[in-house]
Structure formats: C-alpha cells, structure tokens
C-alpha cells in the first residue's frame, strides 16, 4: 500500500491533532481524485490518538432541561453525539474531540459557582451518521456516583480543557471520582 508509512505513523500515535485534521483533509483530497487508498488512511485517523489529549466537559440536556437528558442513550448505545449543529463554534469544539480524549458529563449546578459530573467515559473511535454528523463511539465508565466540583469552563455545552488546566483547577474529590491518581 503506498499511504503505509503515513498508517504507521498515525498508529503510532505520532501526529497532533491538528496534524491529524491535516491528514484527513490531503487524504479525502487525494480520495475524490481516484485513490482508493487514501481511504485506509481516512480509517486510521477515526481511531487514531492524537499527542495532544484533552478532558471534555460535555453537558446531556438539550435546552438546559434535565427532562431531555441524552447520557442514558449515550451509555447504552456507547456513543456521544452533539445535535445543537447551530451553535458552530461548539460544534467545531466537539469535531475536535479524538480517541483517547476524556469526556466528562456535566450539568450546571448552581449557576456561575459549581456543576454536577454524571459520567465520564473515553472516547474511542469517530463515526458519521447517515446525514454526515460526527458522532462518537465511546468507552463510558460503569461508575454511576455524582459528584458536585468547581463550575470549569463557560455555558457551553461542549467545554475542552487540557489536561494541565484540569489538574490546576479540581479539587482531589474529582480524580478519585476518576479513578485516577491525583497530580502532584
């Protein structure tokens, strides 16, 4: 296969991920004039881990109402969608999230001041409905507690933070929530 290298280094988990996003665009570039093995290389970018891992802040009501929660279906079904396709600065948030980054359940607590963590889970793959939405599959946490921590981030549906700034603003209560040891 004559894309081999590019596979390798992509499996290897050697791009960034806006070096992935580049990838993608020369390899659907190179697809629509005739190379079909620009597709395997397409694959290997939806499962690929970018260098760069961020924690996502996801909130799962549509319209801020806890009556239309989605985390249920989420878990169920293993995926994470966004559907608010008009807000386009939070839809180019969520195309930005790869395998490997954390995806955080939230829902807004006390206004301005705290926010209640629902689930978290690992996103591990990038798929697209038949309508071309980006979804992804997900690897969610079967740890069901909810825990109240600082309100990180605006009122945005779809928060990314670095790991450096998670690590630098929750409290200890949030990593053992995690599972995960806590920074030093």
């Known amino acids: ?7 390798d280094k992509i499996r290897a988990g050697a791009y960034t991920r806006s070096e992935l996003i580049k990838l ?12 079909t093995d620009a597709a395997a290389v397409i694959a290997e970018i939806d ?39 008009r807000s386009e600065q939070q839809l180019n ?16 607590h006390q206004f301005g001041k705290t926010m209640l963590l629902y689930g978290h889970g690992r996103a ?4 697209y ?12 946490s079967a740890q069901d507690n909810i825990i109240e921590v600082p309100l990180m981030g605006c009122n945005s549906t779809v928060d990314v ?16 929530w995690l599972n995960q040891p806590v920074p030093a």
Do not use: S
């Open 1 to 7: 296969m004559k894309h081999q290298k590019t596979i």
């Open 129 to 140: 409905d038949p309508d071309n939405n980006r979804y992804l599959e997900m690897d969610w």
């Open 124 to 127: 591990t793959g990038i798929k």
């Open 24 to 35: 993608r665009c020369n390899a659907e570039a190179l697809q629509k004039k005739g190379d």
């Open 47 to 85: 499962i690929a881990t970018p260098t760069d891992k961020t924690i996502v802040f996801m909130g799962f009501c549509p319209g801020a109402n806890f009556d239309n929660r989605l985390d249920i279906e989420w878990k169920e079904e293993g995926i994470c969608t966004f559907i608010f396709l």
């Open 161 to 176: 933070r670095t790991i450096e700034q998670v690590e630098a603003e929750m409290p200890i209560e949030f990593f053992n």
């Open 93 to 108: 948030r969520f195309n930005d999230i790869w395998p490997g980054d954390l995806i955080v359940l939230k829902k807004r």
